[in-house]
């Protein structure tokens, strides 16, 4: 399992943290939370997703307890792959530098929207909330984040949902 | 044209199956067919084996030393969104523990390393055993320290079954940087600055106060050779930092020594079993 998402988890990591300890770190304690609770993964239909979440909390966990994160790190050289097509990696950008500084259930939020770029109606799903009230959140994470004042010529998730 | 989300995407070049209605875009777009090429470049990157063996192998060490529900919010991510979520009973409860973390470091800390260093001053004899331990209890114990799995634990040493507090004080500040250690018995903390005497069931957790930002590590090592990371390599500011992890004392007794220092002075240390250069508080075993 290590073998096979060990990479994509690593470069989450780093991503979400900017700071390679930290990253290494994360993962070392996804896997050891894995190795206690990790029925979950057995059973999940995209054991990816699955873990990719995971490892979205244990990095939210490490930033919360952390108090002397370096910032100063160009995301270009954190993720050499960049961003999926159809994102804003504007919206990446802010979402990553901020996420230490939102709210708990914002957090998770901004990851699956700006980061994962997944629609509006699909982080519902996940999430278990209407459509109407992760609109509305999302909207206060893109006041929050200033992306509405950003120029952007990329097609964000806002824009994705409207489509039919 | 709509593209797959980023998640679907990666998920798709670590081999699982995309949603049907977006397997034929896929296969036409570019854009989709580049990344994840860079994609699969990433994954065929990742671990080898043997990497692969050591990393589960020390996830193991750890999750065997840890508290078994750490860290707190951990939960099957695919469950998030049902709410009450099975964490947040346990949540209330520990509130007291923070507020007690944070009395600890902001009056009892700094109170404590005064009363230290002057006892240190006006006394060149090595410093007594904490008043809740037995004085009668003698030196040279088991104790257990979060025993590592066999494989994992470094070849043991010979060692000469006393305290190294024999001659100078098991704590030593140098560089600003004072350590002490916060024992949890049932509930009940007290902060020890020189020995700790440990009993089966205890917890420790390391406080190290800094005068300047560095970069620190802190870590138990047992007189077997084993070792059990408390403070993640880091780079922390000035002031007063409480390890991630704390170590559980279970059954299988070792005595060990607590060491704080940079990652280069912890690793030689631990290499060469040769304690300078690190701070260090001795860990032994509480008379029964």
């Known amino acids: 399992m ?91 950008c802010a979402v990553v530098e901020s996420l230490q500084r939102l709210d708990e259930d914002q957090q998770l939020l901004a990851i699956m929207l700006f980061v994962d770029g997944l629609s509006q109606g699909e982080a519902a799903l996940e999430l278990g909330l209407s459509r109407v009230t992760i609109n509305k959140r999302a909207q206060e994470l893109r006041a929050r984040l200033r992306l509405d004042q950003a120029p952007s010529s990329s097609k964000t998730p806002s824009a994705k949902e409207a489509r039919p | 044209m709509t593209h797959p989300s980023s998640l679907d995407l990666e998920a798709f070049a670590v081999g699982e199956p995309l949603p049907p209605h977006l397997a034929g875009h896929v296969d036409e777009c570019t854009a989709c067919g580049a990344f994840l090429a860079q994609l699969r470049t990433v994954v065929s990157s990742g671990p080898s084996t043997k990497d692969a063996d050591d990393a589960v192998a020390r996830a193991l060490a750890r999750a065997e030393a840890l508290e078994p529900l750490e860290p707190q919010s951990f939960v099957d991510p695919l469950e998030l969104p049902q709410p009450p979520r099975p964490q947040e009973p346990r949540q209330a409860p520990q509130e007291p523990k923070r507020k007690l973390w944070l009395l600890v470091s902001s009056v009892v800390a700094p109170l404590a390393a005064a009363a230290a260093i002057l006892l240190l001053m006006r006394s060149p004899a090595p410093p007594a055993p904490s ?16 025993t590592l799995p066999p494989g994992l634990a470094p070849s043991p040493t010979t060692t000469s079954g006393t305290t190294s507090g024999a001659a100078e004080p098991d704590t030593q500040f140098k560089g600003g940087m004072q350590v002490a250690v916060v024992r949890d018995r049932a509930g009940a903390q007290a902060r020890f600055s020189s020995t700790v005497r440990v009993r089966p069931g205890d917890r ?5 106060a800094l005068d300047h930002e560095q970069a620190i590590l802190g870590a138990v090592l047992a007189d077997d050779g084993s070792y059990l990371e408390l403070m993640p390599q880091a780079v922390r500011g000035p002031g007063t930092h409480f390890s991630e992890r704390s170590a559980k004392i279970d059954a299988a007794p070792t005595r060990g020594t607590i060491i704080i220092g940079s990652p280069e002075a912890v690793a030689r240390a631990r290499e060469t079993k040769n304690l300078e250069g690190v701070t260090t508080l001795r860990v032994d075993l509480e008379s029964p």
């Open chain 1, 2 to 92: 290590y073998q096979r998402f060990g990479a994509l988890l690593a470069r989450r990591c780093l991503l979400l943290l900017r700071d390679q300890a930290q990253a290494d770190d994360a993962v070392q304690e996804l896997l050891s939370v894995l190795l206690r609770r990790g029925e979950g993964l057995r059973v999940a239909d995209s054991p990816w997703k699955w873990l990719a979440r995971a490892a979205d909390r244990t990095c939210i966990d490490l930033l919360r307890r952390g108090k002397h994160l370096r910032t100063a790190v160009d995301i270009d050289d954190l993720d050499p792959v960049g961003v999926a097509p159809g994102m804003d990696p504007e919206a990446r």
């Open chain 2, 131 to 146: 008043s809740d331990d037995d004085p009668r209890a003698p030196t040279n114990y088991k104790v257990q320290m979060g």
């Open chain 2, 204 to 208: 420790l957790r390391v406080e190290v």
